[in-house]
C-alpha cells in the first residue's frame, strides 16, 4: 500500500513536470509563429470576429448589470456614511481596477475559450492536425497564431466596453433611480480615477487574454496527452470542462498577484 501511494506521488509528478514543459513549449512555438510567413490575416480577421464581436452582447449585459448592482449596493451602504457623492469613484474604480478585466477574461472564457478548446480537439482527435504535420504545414502558424493574436485585440477591447457600460449602469441604479446628484457621480469619477488605475486595469487585460488562449487552446492540442480524458467525443468534452475550469481559477489567482505586484 505504501509502495503504491509513493508510486502514484512519483507517476505525478512527473506528468505534471512533463505536462508544464509541453505547455511552456507549447506557448513559444505559438508566440513564434507570429513572425512566420505567410501569415494568414484572413483567419486573424475571423478569429477577431468569433472572440470580439460576437461577444458583445455577453459582455454588454454582463457590464450593464454588474454596473447597476454596484450603483445599487453602492449606493445604500455609503447613503448609512452620508457619502453618497462618491459613488461614482467607487463604482469606476471597482470596475477599472477589478471587475471589469476579471468578469470580462471568465466571461470570454466561458463564451470563446471553450469554443477553441473543443475545435482544437475535436481536429486532434479526427487526425486534421497530424495530417497538417504530414503535409509540412506549421500547425501553430496555421491555427493557433491567429488565436493568440485575436484574443490579445479582442480581450482588451471587450474590457474597455465592459467599463464604459459598467460605469453608465452605475450612473442610472444610483443617479436615474435612486435620485443621486448626477454632477457629484462624475466629478468624484474624474477626481479618484488615475493613469495608474487604467494602466493596472489594461495589463490585467492582456495578461489574462494570454492565460485564456493558452491553456484553452493548449489543452485542445494535447489532447491525446492528457491523462484520464478518455477517447472520442468523451475526451472532447473533459478536456474543455478542464480548460474552463483551470481558464477560470488561473485568471482569479493572477487577478491576486497583479493586484499585490502592482499597487
Same mark, same amino acid.
Given at each position: ?19 508544464? +514543459? ?13 513572425? $512566420? ?11 477577431? %470576429? ?20 454596484? +450603483? ?7 447613503? $448609512? ?84 457600460? +459598467? ?26 480615477? +488615475? ?8 495589463? $490585467? ?18 489532447? %491525446? $496527452? ?38
Amino acid at each position: 500500500m505504501l509502495y503504491q501511494s509513493i508510486e502514484y506521488l512519483g507517476n505525478s509528478a512527473l506528468y505534471y513536470t512533463r505536462d508544464f +514543459g509541453r505547455m511552456g513549449s507549447y506557448l513559444f512555438l505559438s508566440i513564434l509563429g507570429i513572425f $512566420k510567413r505567410p501569415f494568414r490575416y484572413n483567419e486573424l480577421l475571423r478569429q477577431i %470576429h468569433l472572440i470580439g464581436a460576437n461577444s458583445l452582447v455577453v459582455i454588454f449585459f454582463t457590464g450593464s448589470f454588474t454596473g447597476m448592482v454596484l +450603483g445599487l449596493q453602492g449606493y445604500y451602504t455609503l447613503s $448609512k456614511f452620508g457619502a453618497e457623492g462618491v459613488l461614482g469613484s467607487a463604482v469606476a474604480l471597482s470596475l477599472i481596477r477589478e471587475l471589469g478585466p476579471v468578469l470580462t477574461a471568465l466571461m470570454i472564457t466561458g463564451r470563446a475559450g471553450s469554443a477553441m478548446c473543443a475545435e482544437l480537439g475535436i481536429m486532434r482527435n479526427s487526425e486534421q492536425i497530424d495530417a497538417l504535420e504530414c503535409m509540412a504545414v506549421d500547425p501553430f502558424r496555421y491555427l493557433i497564431t491567429p488565436k493568440f493574436l485575436a484574443t490579445l485585440i479582442a480581450v482588451p477591447m471587450l474590457t474597455l466596453i465592459f467599463n464604459v457600460v +459598467g460605469i453608465y449602469g452605475g450612473y442610472v441604479a444610483g443617479v436615474v433611480l435612486l435620485d443621486g446628484n448626477p454632477g457629484a457621480y462624475f466629478v468624484s469619477m474624474q477626481n479618484s480615477v +488615475g493613469n495608474e488605475d487604467i494602466n493596472l486595469g489594461i495589463i $490585467k487585460s492582456f495578461v489574462f487574454a494570454l492565460l485564456i488562449v493558452w491553456i484553452c487552446t493548449g489543452r485542445g492540442y494535447f489532447l %491525446h $496527452k492528457i491523462r484520464n480524458a478518455g477517447f472520442g467525443a468523451e475526451a472532447v468534452s473533459r478536456v474543455t470542462t478542464q480548460a474552463v475550469v483551470m481558464s477560470s481559477i488561473t485568471v482569479l489567482v493572477w487577478d491576486y498577484l497583479l493586484t499585490a505586484m502592482l499597487l
